[in-house]
């Protein structure tokens, strides 16, 4: 049986429509439980993990969310590769409110955030210049564009901590400096994918124009979910679409699933056992 694709459900997308669930799980990993329990089932016949970012009913701030357990929790239910789906503001007039986007770039601005699964004795640098999967970014775009959606590939993602929406000066500054978009969590999420080996993927929901556009009133939260409302229906269209394509997982050069191989610089022999013993997961194949 083919490895489940792993879903992350952000801002409105709290549950994945026509989805034939078998089975919820309250796991438990090294850090913590996840936002919710791992809903576990099937799509358009292809095992699907699923889990809701900010919990069921929305109640985890974007700081609060325990990134670190809900990534290692996709990992060992055995996903390979994750779409994560995030609501966001636009920069520039080129990505306006109702498009679908997927950026293949982070700038992070984060500051309250575990990012990494390492340290307690064991070290670990992982490349991230390409932070999200072409083949998987190729399969969404092309499942998009089958649909007529209003999706397009590439652009910088600004992280921010919020939780308050960016001031104009802020969104100013961020959109003079050429970024596209900005949103509270997926540069702390796909630093983490890549951390477990995960080919990652955003797909970047545009509700709004930021606060950079002088007769704009600036983000409003109520609005966002108005708008967030029509892109659900998009959102799961374009999943059934692309599942049966990627049901076999990423290819072997998916530069994502050997991301460990090289980064790793503490000698084994070096390493508390006890660290050793928690991230088996991630190292055990590496001799650790």
């Not at 936002?35 to 576990?40: F, N, R």
């Not at 701030?61 to 994750?82: D, F, I, M």
């Not at 520039?92 to 601005?109: E, I, K, M, N, W």
């Amino acid at each position: 049986m083919s490895r489940p694709i792993g879903i992350i459900g952000g801002s409105g997308l709290y549950a994945m429509e026509g989805l034939q669930v078998t089975e919820r799980s309250e796991l438990a990993t090294p850090f913590g439980p996840p936002s919710g329990p791992l809903v576990l089932g099937a799509m358009e016949g292809v095992p699907v993990a699923f889990l809701a970012r900010h919990g069921e009913g929305h109640r985890l701030l974007p700081h609060e969310v325990p990134y670190r357990a809900n990534l290692w929790a996709l990992k060992q239910a055995g996903a390979k590769a994750v779409i994560s789906f995030s609501a966001v503001g636009s920069l520039q007039a080129t990505h306006p409110p109702g498009s679908l986007r997927l950026p293949d770039q982070f700038v992070d601005r984060t500051t309250r955030r575990e990012a990494t699964f390492f340290g307690g004795g064991i070290v670990a640098h992982v490349g991230f210049a390409d932070p999200t999967s072409a083949w998987l970014r190729g399969h969404l775009l092309a499942a998009g564009r089958e649909l007529g959606l209003p999706i397009g590939d590439g652009g910088t993602y600004l992280t921010m901590e919020g939780p308050q929406f960016s001031t104009r000066a802020e969104s100013r500054m961020h959109q003079a400096l050429g970024l596209d978009f900005v949103g509270m969590t997926q540069g702390t999420e796909a630093k983490l994918a890549r951390e477990a080996e995960l080919a990652y993927a955003t797909v970047a929901l545009v509700t709004d124009y930021d606060a950079w556009r002088d007769r704009e009133p600036g983000a409003d939260a109520q609005d966002i979910l108005i708008t967030l409302a029509t892109h659900i229906e998009s959102s799961h269209h374009l999943l059934r679409r692309v599942l049966g394509r990627i049901a076999e997982g990423p290819p072997p050069e998916e530069p994502a699933l050997t991301a460990l191989k090289s980064a790793v610089v503490t000698p084994p022999e070096r390493v508390p056992e006890d660290t050793k013993i928690k991230l088996r997961l991630l190292i055990g194949k590496y001799g650790y």
